[in-house]
């Protein structure tokens, strides 16, 4: 089945460093690849996309590049702020089965100090 | 828009109880999921509509667990006998319709059972 992969956190940065999370996955076929964000006590969001491969989705000074040949997405930050303290979720959408459902990565902790 | 909106955003109680939680999805979208978070088990998804039918539910746990979706604006998302195993935060999230990969998700409600 499909699976998402993400590097063991927590990761604990101060501010202005560089940021990268990684995240690797398992699919059938050609799946559309997420970056989602929650932050404290609240909900996910989306925060960047990328639907094929070699596709680069950005976002707040965040980008993934989608890695068919690596089957890849690692979010980067050139300069992270205490306000990116969250835990960031890698996913992926498929199809057949899997139509219509996300499958997430555990989730990786950032906590940036000033 | 407000949002996806959940109700509670906390309940405590009782082993053995009847739990309801609740879910509005945004006006105009056509898929709904439901979804539980913990940290041993990370984000699992328990069930999604899309046009008010139950597409997939292969993720309810148990017969404990029900979903209702009566009409476009409501489900219920329903734990009877409740159990302390139960302990988890519960997110809502609605998508414009069936395979269209962003989903926006409620505040969660955060659900102990003693």
């Known amino acids: 089945g499909d699976s998402v992969t993400q590097m063991e956190g927590p990761v604990t940065l101060s501010e202005e460093a560089f940021l990268t999370i990684n995240c690797t996955y398992t699919a059938t076929g050609y799946p559309s690849l997420f970056w989602y964000v929650q932050y404290p006590g609240e909900g996910l969001q989306l925060l960047l996309k990328?639907?094929?491969?070699?596709d680069k989705g950005s976002n707040k000074g965040f980008e993934a590049t989608y890695r068919k040949e690596t089957t890849s997405f690692h979010l980067e930050k050139g300069s992270v702020q205490v306000s990116d303290s969250a835990v960031y979720f890698c996913a992926l959408s498929a199809g057949g089965t899997s139509y219509g459902k996300l499958t997430f990565g555990q989730g990786t902790i950032l906590t940036v100090h000033p | 828009d407000a949002g996806v909106i959940q109700s509670p955003r906390h309940e405590v109680t009782e082993m053995g109880q009847e739990v309801t939680l609740r879910c509005k999805p945004i006006?105009?979208?056509?898929?709904l999921f439901w979804y539980r978070q913990t940290m041993m088990r990370g984000l699992e998804l328990l069930i999604y509509?899309?046009?008010?039918?139950?597409?997939?539910d292969s993720g309810m746990p148990e017969d404990r667990f029900s979903a209702k979706m009566p009409n476009a604006s409501f489900s219920t998302l329903k734990i009877q006998p409740s159990e302390p195993r139960d302990s988890a935060v519960y997110f809502c999230a609605s998508s414009l319709r069936e395979g269209y990969y962003e989903q926006y998700f409620g505040p969660g409600t955060r659900l102990t059972v003693t």
């Open positions: 990328a639907t094929k491969a070699d």
């Open positions: 006006s105009g979208h056509n898929s």
């Open positions: 509509f899309n046009n008010n039918v139950p597409i997939d």
